[in-house]
């Protein structure tokens, strides 16, 4: 029998009077679901890389083709994949408080899968793609025969296509970003699911949050940079403590876990 995860009651009265609730979430919450997190060691061929060398564009000039292969990779490991009930539990929150939305890290669109409406994307999407070039989206169907370099390209410049993520040193989505800020300002209670908080600006956003007023909850079994100034700390996998925090908050709600 799984010990009962004790959701200390002064939480449950805040989130049960919350109005507005934000979810910022990281790789961690993907976790079980089968998808690696940056900080795990990467998996198979992929060990030796660290994610950071090959999430650049200048790693996409200096070898297209390996960073094409990588997240082709990436995006079929997460087409196998599941959302699993972390995500689930805050697309069951989103029905029973009155706004939310989850600002996701994330690439993998396991939020949406999982039944999430509103989710912002602050590093864009696996399985979509962009020309390196002129920049217009192209769906991989329409895509031109890859050139020398291996990589498909873009029917309308000859361009190199990409997938359309932001890369390390480039700029995150302008509308993606004020949204995410907006959210943060004027939630009650910001849980802060799946992060080592360490890439910006997205890591800033919860600090907006708090300066504003709302109250942080961490979902994770480390410690993340943010760890000094959250209000509580749910020291576990999301995959349990997200249903958990649910049941005991709306326990009609805990048939949505049966
Ligand atoms: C920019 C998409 C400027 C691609 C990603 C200020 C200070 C310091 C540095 C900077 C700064 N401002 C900018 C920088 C540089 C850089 C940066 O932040 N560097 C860091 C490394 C120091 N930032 C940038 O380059 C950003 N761009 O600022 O541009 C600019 C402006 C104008 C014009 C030109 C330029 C762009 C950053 C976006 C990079 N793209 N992803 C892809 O996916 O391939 S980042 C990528 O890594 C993810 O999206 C995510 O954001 C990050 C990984 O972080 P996490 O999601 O937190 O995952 P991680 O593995 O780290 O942690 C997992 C956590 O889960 C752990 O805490 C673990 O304990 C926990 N966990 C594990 N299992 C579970 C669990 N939790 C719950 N349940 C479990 N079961
Ligand atoms: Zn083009």
């Known amino acids: ?18 109005h507005t609730v934000v979810a910022f979430t990281g790789a961690g919450i993907s976790a079980e679901s089968g998808v690696p ?7 198979g061929l992929w060990a030796r890389y660290d994610p950071r060398d090959l999430a650049t564009p200048q790693a996409f000039m200096r070898n297209p083709k390996l960073v094409w292969d990588w997240y082709e990779w990436r995006r079929s490991l997460v087409e196998q994949a599941q959302p699993n009930p972390g995500h689930r539990a805050l697309a069951v929150m989103e029905g029973l408080v009155p706004e939310m939305a989850v ?3 994330n690439v993998d ?4 899968r999982a039944g999430s409406q509103r989710v912002i994307e602050l590093h864009g999407r696996l ?3 962009r020309c390196f070039d002129c920049g217009r989206p192209v769906r991989r169907e329409e895509a031109a ?4 370099e291996g990589v498909p390209r873009c029917p309308h410049c000859g361009g190199l296509i990409r997938p359309d993520v932001v890369w390390f040193n480039e700029p995150l989505p302008q509308d993606a970003l004020e949204q995410a800020s907006a959210w943060m300002r004027k939630a009650d209670v910001v849980l802060i699911v799946g992060t ?3 890439v910006w600006p997205a890591a800033g956003l919860p600090l907006e949050a708090k300066r504003a007023g709302a109250v942080l909850v961490e979902v994770n079994p480390q410690p993340s940079q943010l760890a000094p100034v959250v209000d509580f700390a749910l020291r576990g996998p999301a995959g ?3 249903p958990a925090l649910v049941t005991a908050t709306w326990p009609e709600a805990a048939s949505a876990f049966a």
């Open 145 to 148: 025969p890859p050139g020398p």
């Open 1 to 18: 029998m799984r010990e009962t995860l004790q959701i200390p009651e002064s939480l449950v009265r805040l989130l049960r009077a919350a």
């Open 103 to 105: 600002v996701t890290q």
């Open 109 to 112: 669109g396991l939020h949406q």
């Open 240 to 242: 349990q403590w997200l």
């Open 196 to 198: 080592s908080a360490q």
């Open 127 to 129: 399985g979509r793609y």
């Open 37 to 43: 997190t940056f900080r795990d060691a990467q998996t």
